[in-house]
DNA sequence: CGACGTGTAAC
DNA sequence: CCTTTTACACGTCG
């Protein structure tokens, strides 16, 4: 799709329709639907770390555990003291997980121009022709699409349709669950005006805080100050961004995206600074990456290592080496890094670690043995 | 500019 | 008392 309409005399901005869709706790919902004995239940996904029974995070909570306090992101410890009796603890299955996303956005590829996946549970649709620029067709699309997912996959959603992917994105979190908003291009500066600022997407708890230092403390207040202002504690195109996302304006296009990297981290069951003890983790992650380096066929040019220390500090080391597919390859690079950053943080003891290819090449196209034969 | 390391953000 | 994975921006160095 072409973003402007060229006119012999002008260049007039095309309006997109952009649809965004976010699966209600996604997690807890499909492990409701695999295990109908804990249906109406408060369901909790815990990413377990193994280092202590319930050591971990939580990953998800469905609506009846949120009303008990347990949310995303806390330790799962603090979930068991706010949980009641009645409520489920569930580890995690991610690969059952993305069987059933995977299957969901096929589908939802025929719904639109342009499909990208922003996460295992989002994803963002440019609708501008298929509603022909009307946003009545781009609300019956999503309503289309709403009711296809609840047959198929027992699943709901919340939809957000809005000028550009910040608007859909913005407008889908004003109604949870199973919501659908539009705004309105017209709409956008009514819908702005009345957030604190943390509640725009992309604005965290940093820019957050610095912003409240400078008493700009909704989107309205950010939208109209001055830039100076701003660029005194912003460097580089942070106060432009700031300043869009503020009157809700995002240009980028929705487009299908390709994984840039692959990792694998991992929490050790005792903090270490083992080179043999830790070196055998890095092995086995990296087999996990062999793994994800196969199916998605790709090439890597980068090797990477993450560590995070006893005091949750994380520091990377990395290396590029020549375009490769060999994750054996990889190992003996990360090892060489693993090596070389125990030599200078001696006596620093390791609490988690993870290893990445990046710089990723999609081109590999691979002649099958057939082909070979046929030569 | 490419490579490397850190910070921010979101899920 | 603290998960996992990914993306991207930016500063710095050579």
């Known amino acids: 799709m072409e973003p402007f309409l060229i006119s012999p005399h002008q260049t007039i901005p095309m309006q997109r329709i952009i649809i965004h869709l976010d699966f ?24 377990f770390s193994g280092r202590t029974v319930d050591s971990g995070a939580v990953a998800t909570a469905n609506y009846k555990a949120r009303e008990l306090g347990v949310k995303a992101g806390m330790p799962i410890m603090f979930a068991r003291r706010k949980a009641s009796e009645e409520t489920v603890f569930l580890p995690y299955d991610i690969e059952y997980y993305r069987e059933v996303t995977d299957r969901i956005m096929a589908m939802l590829e025929d719904e639109c121009d342009v499909l990208e996946q922003a996460s295992i549970d989002e994803a963002y649709m440019d609708v501008s022709e298929k509603s022909r620029g009307s946003w009545e067709a781009a609300e019956a699309i999503a309503a289309r699409i709403k009711q296809m997912i609840r047959e198929q996959e027992n699943l709901t959603c919340s939809i957000g349709i809005g000028p550009n992917k910040l608007m859909a994105k913005m407008a889908g979190k004003a109604r949870k669950p199973d919501g659908l908003t539009v705004v309105r291009e017209k709409d956008v500066a009514e819908f702005m005006e009345k957030l604190p600022v943390e509640k725009i997407h992309g604005i965290g708890t940093k820019t957050v805080e610095t912003l409240h230092s400078m008493k700009i403390m909704t989107a309205k207040e950010l939208a109209q100050c001055n830039p100076l202002v701003l660029e005194q504690k912003f460097g580089g195109n942070k106060p432009q961004l700031l300043m869009d996302k503020a009157k809700g304006v995002d240009e980028s296009p929705v487009e299908p995206r390709q994984a840039q990297q692959i990792s694998k981290m991992k929490t050790l069951k005792e903090d270490s600074n083992d080179p043999e003890k830790i070196a055998s983790e890095m092995a086995e992650m990296a087999g ?50 693993l090596q070389k950053y125990l030599n200078e943080n001696r006596g620093k003891k390791i609490r988690r670690l993870g290893i990445r290819v990046s710089n990723l090449e999609y081109e590999k196209k691979q002649r099958s043995l057939d082909d070979f034969l046929q030569r």
């Open 24 to 47: 209600d706790s996604f997690y807890a919902s499909v492990e409701e639907n695999r295990k109908p004995e804990i249906r109406g239940k408060p369901v909790v996904i815990c990413v």
């Open 288 to 337: 996990y990456v062999r793994k994800k380096v196969e199916k998605k066929n790709v090439t890597f040019r980068t090797v990477s290592i993450i560590l995070i220390d006893t005091q949750l500090g994380m520091q990377t080391r990395s290396e590029t080496i020549g375009q490769t597919d060999d994750v054996t390859n990889a190992l003996a690079t990360a090892k060489n890094l």
